[in-house]
């Protein structure tokens, strides 16, 4: 281990902004980027769970009379 | 041989690689984390200080991997989308499309990352010499792909317009590496302050490489997670889709 | 009154969410631009500062400039223009609207980017906050000048690059203004004056631009 | 109540008609006949105060429309060559935006109705750029079936529409015919539109 | 072959006389633009020369990208390009005359207006002849490398400002060279070396740009 | 000589058309019937190799269109909606400049003829811009005139035009169909063409 106390490694130096900065905001688009994803995703199942649903129940109660525009 | 191709074609349908991907997304994500930890440990606790650097170095493990990836990214995406235009294939559109935002994720980052290193060791956020420059117009490049994309709606017609787009804005990659060659420039060549000190370069190389890893890893899972949701959305009409999220009463999952 | 021309910005801004690259594009536009100069200049720090203003504010008038043919020209292809000449109300007012939503998805997000094209030239805080204030002062005029440019033009073939060289010329003076006022902060002296001339000009701008629009438009109906 | 008179029309050094005169009065249709390019669109324009007619005079209610101005307008529904629709727009919203810009009221619900009207009940949602020329037309159209206004003036509504749509359009004429409205249309397909009086006016 | 190129270069040709307005007003930008630039920033003249190659080079940027939504929109609005993609001979072709049409109304006025602006910056005669060249050399693959992001963003709506966005980082190597190329003569070193760079840009803008910008137009038509 | 097998549309999430198929030959005329939107225009785009259609396949003289490319072309006339008329450009010009792109010799005097047949006689020499809408699809339309590729695919010729106008166009139709030329046409409008077979499609 390199560092003696933690407040060095905090402090990096002079340069603890630049270091905890580039760390952070990549850190943080590393995290927001999947949570978005997964949300979208999550989204569009509900969405398309939807649509099959009721295109399901458009369907059953009279199958013949399906018809499209 | 035709085995192989077989193979091949099995997974380039969305049908069989949806699932795939599902199953290969965790182990992915593990092994980014696994190098990412790794990597950090290194190049945070464990290698020293850069005598001319000062601490402010420890971006480059940050920084090297995030630049590296923003251009292996777009090779990648490029091929994919060469291989739709050339053959058709639906998944292609959909792997160039999943990449897309995740290659500019990491030229953001290697911007970002490069600009809070260049306070500290050149007194400036940013120098518009030739590699920062063209790694700027990657960003810029990326931006257009998806504007591109994002601004046509018939899926197929965006993916073939994107793949051209992408196929001619390829000249851009080799600029960027061997901008520094071509042009004096400020931007430090590869291996420049690994040799100042040999003696540290063994952790720092290490240190490097597993970041790098991790990164490539991170792209891999969140490209394959972005590109199962365009898949769902793109082929919501086919009967696996149906098939997926509406099982039938009678049928099983 | 108020009504309509909420209601005519509502109607644009929808039309502008519809195809957000628009917006987006126009920024990007700005980017790119304030970015060429260093690359076809050279990167000395020292020379780059001097340019900042006049190069950001030149690319601002680029960028909104490159938004006006197409104030009225989807609405004149379409017939809305017809419609809207039709109304009942005057046609001033509904130009009001369009010009603020031209505003809105083109000024404002230019002067709220600008600062960070700002620190790529090395400009200090206080010359970034003046950077932007000028923005956001004069952008509406660039707006409100740029509707009766494209109204003239409206119909005449070749009317982008027509339109360009109308409006341009009437640009100047909120060019001088807006890069004096930055130039007047690096430089010590304070940039009051020159934003307060420059909020004349806009207020001048959003009040009589509309009616000459309206002029404009109805002879381009003819 | 619309009164045109000793009407002439110059375009370039054309001379496209001269002397036109009319009466229209309410529940009465003027339909405008002649062969392509006798004058008929520069005509209805004239007759919204689009263009000024370089001799002659239009009057409403009396008053000369110049001078009526944006009383005139409120009383006019104009329905043009081109649609007047934003292609990046559904048709729910187009028929939304252009009643909000004349300062009409109209619900989703009667703006939904009219579109179910002139069939397009399952593209309300559909952005128009995908829509057929046909469907186009009639998002234009739907315009017309809640619009009270007095005056309709129609240039070539029929075109590009099929059989059903067509009747549906001339159905939509005689009921605002019948509740007293005034209408001015061309066309050079024949359609028999359900009318108290169809005055006939030929160009050329 | 060449008859076809000849055909489609002529009607380009006389579409353009019967719009004159769009070449001088094209031109006219290229001069606005270039004079706006000592407004922002000042009259030294030593800064001046320094800025002159890049700031003739990026507004001939400008003013080129500016024409470029119009290269295929009008005959995709009319319906002339699905008259072409049917007609039997390669659509490529078509598309090279086009691009060289559009050359010979955009960047040939302009690589010709040029000297007499880099005269107002002070520039000697040989940076001058050497700017002349290296825009007559780099023109052609503005053109070229225009017209696929012109064909790409055709009918997409918000076209105009897309197409500067994809095109612009395009167009950067060919702005740093031909910048580099007038910089080099400034500062005594010969202009050879970027100058044969800019030819390459220009051959190969030239070869591939055509059958790209076609693709894409099948594309756009589909 | 044109056979379309199978033929299916998919526009967006909506099916067309499927199963469509129809055999055409030398003389015959292919009338496509069907409401608005119901895909007809789409049709007509597949049929000219503009949009690949989702399934099954088109040959020409016994061919896929795709593989014959050039060679298809070089036999097709297609004419859309759009007139692919440049409003800057006088009619005659119009005419030569398209005649010149497609590699045909059209000399001024046939051009002029055209025109005349057209009954645009006086209007030769002004640009398009100022014409009306029915002289505008009257220029697109003189094309026809001198045509004498075998296969014509007119989509709503009839559109704007007077009743003058639509039996000379149904005349210039009859006569390239004695001529043993092939045509595919839609029109909401009824018109009696003078041809041997026409063979009726109905969409939707
Ligand atoms: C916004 C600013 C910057 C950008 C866009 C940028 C871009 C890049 C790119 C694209 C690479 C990868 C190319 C390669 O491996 O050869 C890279 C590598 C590197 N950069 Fe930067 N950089 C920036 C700032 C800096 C700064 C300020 C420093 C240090 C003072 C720096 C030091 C390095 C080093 C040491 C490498 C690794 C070179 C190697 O060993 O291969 N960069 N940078
Ligand atoms: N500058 C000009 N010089 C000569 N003639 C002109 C000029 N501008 C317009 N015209 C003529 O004026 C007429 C305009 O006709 P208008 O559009 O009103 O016809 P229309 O009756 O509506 O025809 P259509 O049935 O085809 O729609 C056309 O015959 C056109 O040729
Ligand atoms: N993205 C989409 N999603 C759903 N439907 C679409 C989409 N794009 C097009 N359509 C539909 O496809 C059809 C296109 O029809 P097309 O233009 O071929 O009709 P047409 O038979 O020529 O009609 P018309 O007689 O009106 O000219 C329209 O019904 C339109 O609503
Ligand atoms: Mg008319
Ligand atoms: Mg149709």
């Not at chain 2, 994500?29 to 402010?56: N, S, T």
């Amino acid at each position: 281990m390199y560092w003696n106390s933690f407040s060095d490694f905090i402090a990096m130096g002079t340069h603890g902004p630049y270091v905890w900065g580039s760390f952070g905001v990549m850190a943080l688009l590393m995290i927001l980027e999947p949570w978005l994803i997964a949300r979208g995703r999550k989204g569009l199942i509900a969405r398309l769970k939807r649509q099959f649903r009721a295109e399901r129940a458009e369907r059953n109660p009279m199958d013949s009379r399906r018809s499209r525009n | 041989m035709s085995n192989r191709l077989i193979n091949w074609f099995k997974y380039a349908s969305p049908q069989s690689f949806y699932p795939l991907a599902g199953k290969l997304i965790p182990w992915f994500w593990a092994l980014a984390a696994v190098f990412g930890i790794a990597g950090l440990y290194i190049g945070f606790l464990v290698a020293p200080i850069d005598a001319q650097q000062g601490e402010g170095y420890r971006i480059i493990f940050l920084h090297v991997p995030t630049s590296w990836m923003s251009m292996f990214i777009y090779l990648v995406m490029a091929f994919w989308a060469g291989l739709g235009l050339a053959f058709n294939t639906r998944l292609s559109g959909m792997m160039a499309q999943a990449l897309a935002p995740t290659g500019a994720l990491m030229a953001f980052l290697s911007l970002w990352t490069g600009a809070l290193w260049g306070k500290p060791m050149w007194g400036t956020w940013w120098v518009w010499d030739a590699r920062l420059t063209s790694e700027l117009i990657l960003l810029f490049l990326y931006i257009g792909f998806i504007a591109l994309q994002a601004a046509i709606d018939d899926p197929r017609r965006a993916d073939k317009a994107g793949a051209i787009l992408a196929l001619v804005g390829v000249v851009n990659i080799p600029i960027i590496y061997f901008s520094v060659k071509w042009w004096n420039t400020l931007h430090q060549g590869a291996s420049v302050s690994l040799t100042k000190a040999p003696s540290m370069a063994q952790t720092m190389l290490w240190g490097m490489l597993l970041c790098a890893l991790a990164c490539w890893m991170y792209s891999i899972a969140v490209a394959l997670m972005r590109a199962r949701s365009i898949m769902l959305e793109r082929e919501r009409h086919t009967e696996w889709v149906r098939a997926l999220l509406d099982p039938q009463p009678a049928g099983k999952e | 009154m108020l009504t309509l021309v909420r209601a005519v910005i509502g109607r644009d801004l929808r039309l502008a969410m519809r195809r957000q690259a628009d917006i987006v594009s126009a920024l990007f536009f700005f980017i790119i631009v304030v970015s060429l100069f260093p690359l076809g200049i050279g990167p000395e720090p020292d020379l780059l500062r001097k340019l900042a203003p006049g190069v950001l504010w030149v690319a601002a008038l680029l960028a909104t400039m490159l938004s006006l043919p197409r104030l009225f020209a989807d609405d004149h292809r379409d017939g809305t223009l017809e419609q809207l000449a039709l109304a009942p109300q005057p046609l001033g007012l509904v130009v009001l609207g369009k010009v603020l939503a031209h505003w809105l998805v083109s000024g404002l997000p230019l002067a709220l980017l600008a600062p960070v094209l700002g620190l790529q030239f090395d400009l200090d805080s206080e010359a970034l906050w003046v950077l932007t204030g000028a923005l956001l002062i004069g952008t509406p005029a660039l707006s409100g000048i740029g509707a009766i440019g494209a109204a003239l033009t409206l119909g005449v073939r070749g009317g982008g690059v027509l339109l360009s060289l109308l409006v341009l010329p009437l640009y100047i003076p909120v060019l001088i203004f807006g890069a004096g006022a930055v130039d007047a902060t690096v430089t010590g002296m304070g940039p009051q004056a020159h934003l307060s001339l420059l909020g004349a000009l806009a207020l001048g701008g959003l009040f009589f631009a509309p009616w000459a629009t309206a002029a404009a438009l109805r002879i381009a109906l003819e | 109540m619309l009164e045109a008179s000793n009407l002439e029309c110059v375009r370039g050094d054309r001379r496209l008609f001269a002397g036109v005169g009319f009466r229209l009065d309410g529940g009465e249709m003027l339909y405008l006949q002649g062969r392509n390019g006798t004058g008929k669109t520069s005509l209805l324009r004239m007759l919204c105060g689009l263009t000024p007619p370089a001799a002659g005079e239009i009057r409403w209610r009396g008053e000369p429309i110049g001078r009526l101005g944006d009383e005139f307008r409120a009383e006019l529904c104009y329905l043009g060559h081109l649609n007047a629709i934003k292609e990046e727009l559904t048709p729910l919203e187009n028929l939304l935006a252009s009643a909000r810009l004349a300062e009409e009221t109209l619900d989703e619900d009667a703006a939904l109705d009219a579109l179910e009207r002139v069939g397009l009940a399952g593209r309300a949602d559909l952005a128009c750029r995908y829509l057929s020329q046909g469907q186009k037309r009639r998002v234009a159209l739907a315009r017309l079936v809640h619009e009270k206004r007095a005056l309709w003036v129609l240039d070539e509504p029929y075109v590009a529409l099929d059989t059903a749509a067509v009747d549906l359009i001339a159905d939509l004429i005689g009921a605002h015919l019948e509740r007293g409205g005034l209408a001015v249309l061309t066309t050079h397909q024949t359609v028999a539109v359900r009318a108290g009086a169809v005055r006939e006016l030929r160009l050329g």
